[in-house]
């Protein structure tokens, strides 16, 4: 079993810049998450999708932040434009279930973003 | 939404047992906690989850007491590999359709493991 897997693994930007990152869940798993991570705020969930569909979107901080699900395999996290203060670790995790409750999450290993 | 509090930091020794604590007062009826471990440049792995009295399983033991207004992570035996940062998680379920939820992580006590 592969894991979660994210690419890239270290992005640097500059201000201004779009920024894509990507994740794969695992395989078979209808749950999907992104999490951002700073040492300011810990560790913080942006959104989740179930089966595809976006559930909860109140983490995402502000509108420079959209995501994607177009398939089970594949989901994408973007900035538009990015900013020095988005500078983080961002973590994707899927689950098998629908519940969100009470499905153990499997993490990536993340993508460190720094944007200068 | 219940927060949760841990202390920042613990330091043990190998082979001790390790009591991580964690608070939230305002939790409600059917919420479940949740720990997960989180080692340097690695995303938080799952460890035990439960809702109320004790789970255990084959790598920690988890005590939530009757008013489930804390809940204490409970290590074996330590080592060195143990040392981590331990997240609390309180998974607050907002429709009962499971199709709404809002997951709120502690601040992450970081244990320290010494020889």
């Known amino acids: 079993d592969a894991g979660v897997i994210q690419s890239p693994r270290h992005e640097v930007t500059e201000m201004g810049q779009e920024v894509t990152l990507r994740c794969k869940p695992i395989s078979g798993h209808n749950s999907l998450f992104w999490y951002r991570q700073t040492m300011m705020r810990g560790l913080e969930l942006l959104i989740y999708?179930?089966?595809?569909?976006?559930?909860?979107d109140s983490g995402m901080p502000e509108d420079r932040f959209s995501a994607k699900m177009p398939n089970a395999s594949f989901s994408t996290l973007k900035i538009q434009p990015s900013e020095p203060r988005d500078s983080a670790v961002y973590f994707c995790?899927?689950?098998?279930?629908?519940?969100?409750?009470?499905?153990?999450?499997?993490f990536g290993p993340g993508t460190r973003l720094t944007v200068l | 939404l219940a927060k949760t509090t841990q202390p920042i930091s613990m330091d043990s020794y190998e082979g001790q047992e390790v009591n991580i604590t964690c608070s939230h007062n305002?939790?409600?009826?059917?919420?479940?906690i949740t720990w997960y471990q989180q080692f340097p440049s690695q995303g938080p792995r799952f460890i035990i989850q439960?809702?109320?009295t004790k789970v255990t399983n084959e790598v920690a033991s988890l005590f939530i007491p009757a008013d489930r207004k804390s809940s204490t992570l409970s290590l074996p035996r330590v080592s060195l590999s143990d040392t981590a940062v331990y997240y609390c998680?309180?998974?607050?379920?907002?429709?009962?359709?499971?199709?709404?939820?809002?997951?709120?992580f502690g601040t992450g006590t970081l244990l320290a493991v010494q020889p």
């Open positions: 998680l309180v998974t607050t379920v907002l429709d009962y359709g499971g199709a709404t939820n809002k997951l709120i």
């Open positions: 995790a899927s689950s098998k279930g629908p519940s969100v409750l009470t499905d153990t999450q499997y």
């Open positions: 305002n939790i409600a009826t059917n919420d479940y």
């Open positions: 999708f179930n089966n595809n569909v976006p559930i909860d």
């Open positions: 439960g809702y109320k």
